[in-house]
């Protein structure tokens, strides 16, 4: 008995032995099927974290258009009602040189021009500050020179027609003279 349990253990001993040897002569077939299937599946990893990386980016873009759209969306009616700020300031000043004893009627018409300020400003306009500053083509439209001895050159002398700024962006430049 003791011999039988030794060709057993042989047996067994050289049965895993050739197990073995099958399992890396298999591993070393399918290596080469393995790199294969790795090179994939790095590849789709890389393409989608790729995909991944441009969804983000297109949708912090569309935040932030979607912001843009909310902030500046109104720019275009809020032009249009710079024309009746104008037509009121026109008015104002008319009603100063053609009947300047009429003083409620000129009143009436400055409040007209205050509302219509503080209702533009709820709604992110401010006008354009052109007194004692340099002439700036971002947010000036020069007309014209003109000379004045009080004045340094590239100074704004006059005011034409108010700007207006609409979230720190021109809605429309102010129109001004410039000191030469």
Not at 59 to 83: I, M, S
Not at 90 to 113: N, R, V
Not at 142 to 147: I, L, S, W, Y
Request: no cysteine; net charge negative; proline share 4%.
């Amino acid at each position: 008995m003791p011999e039988e349990r030794n060709t057993m253990d042989e047996l067994n001993s050289v049965n895993t032995t050739e197990d073995r040897g099958e399992a890396v002569e298999t591993e070393a077939a399918e290596e080469p099927g393995m790199n294969e299937l790795k090179a994939q599946v790095e590849e789709l990893k890389d393409r989608y974290l790729r995909a991944l990386a441009e969804m983000e980016n297109m949708k912090k873009r569309q935040q932030r258009q979607h912001a843009d759209v909310v902030k500046y969306g109104k720019e275009a009616v809020l032009r249009d009602f710079l024309l009746v700020y104008d037509s009121i300031e026109k008015s104002i000043m008319s009603a100063q040189e053609l009947y300047p004893d009429d003083e409620h009627f000129i009143t009436g018409l400055q409040m007209i021009e205050r509302l219509l300020l503080e209702t533009l400003k709820k709604h992110g306009v401010e006008p354009i500050q052109t007194r004692d500053i340099a002439f700036d083509p971002n947010i000036h439209d020069a007309m014209m020179q003109v000379t004045r001895p009080e004045l340094k050159p590239g100074m704004v002398a006059d005011e034409i027609e108010k700007g207006f700024l609409l979230n720190d962006r021109v809605l429309r430049p102010a129109k001004v003279t410039v000191a030469a």
